[in-house]
């Protein structure tokens, strides 16, 4: 995956603010990573922003570490999910990119920031998404659309694990690696 070129969209980048402790006990910005959040493009065009992730949930916050395994993944980046732990991402959508239509096992939690983005299940039926509007993915095949033809579209993900899902007698899986360009299998 490639980093991303921020000047090719007419969005502006993200900027996300890490707190922490100081030894005295107060409330501090932590400056063990930039808070501009890196972009990563992948070979379909689409720039993923992995702006936080836990391997732990409960995350162990004592000693800064759940900062210390943030740092580990922006350097060995991650799958869409971790199994056991939890992903903010933001996805930045260039205009008229359709997503491969993909499932995770995990419950995902998405809200537009901007533009209009098509929410398409594998049934056919669809829902447009506008600023702000939130979708709950419980596990579900599905693709995302940016209406737009000229602007780019940006949803911001927070992914968490799931349990085993089995529908009508069958065990659904994880295909996002099979689906989503520039992704591999842990």
């Known amino acids: 995956m490639a980093s991303a070129d921020n000047t090719r969209k007419d969005i502006r980048p993200i900027q996300r603010f890490i707190t922490t402790h100081a030894s005295d006990g107060k409330t501090i910005f932590s400056d063990a990573i930039s808070e501009e959040a890196p972009f990563q493009t992948l070979p379909d065009n689409v720039d993923f922003a992995l702006c936080y992730a836990t391997d732990q949930f409960p995350a162990p916050l004592d000693n800064d570490r759940d900062i210390d395994t943030y740092r580990h993944y ?4 991650p799958g869409i999910t971790i199994p056991s732990g939890t992903v903010l991402r933001v996805v930045d959508m260039p205009p008229g990119a359709l997503s491969p239509m993909h499932r995770t096992i995990s419950l995902d939690y998405g809200v537009v920031l901007e533009g209009e ?7 056919g039926e669809k829902r447009t998404m506008k600023r702000g509007d939130i979708s709950i993915q419980r596990g579900t095949n599905h693709a ?3 209406r737009s ?3 780019w579209a940006r949803m911001l993900y927070v992914l968490q694990p ?4 089995v529908i009508a007698g069958q065990e659904m899986t994880d295909n996002s690696t099979d689906t989503i360009p ?3 299998k842990d």
């Not at 983005?117 to 049934?123: H, K, Q």
Request: charged content about 25%; cysteine-free; glycine content about 8%.
């Open 144 to 146: 995302w659309k940016n």
């Open 182 to 184: 520039g992704y591999d």
């Open 74 to 77: 922006t350097q060995n980046l």
């Open 162 to 165: 799931a349990g085993r899902l």
């Open 149 to 151: 033809e000229t602007s």
């Open 117 to 123: 983005i098509d929410l398409i299940l594998d049934s």
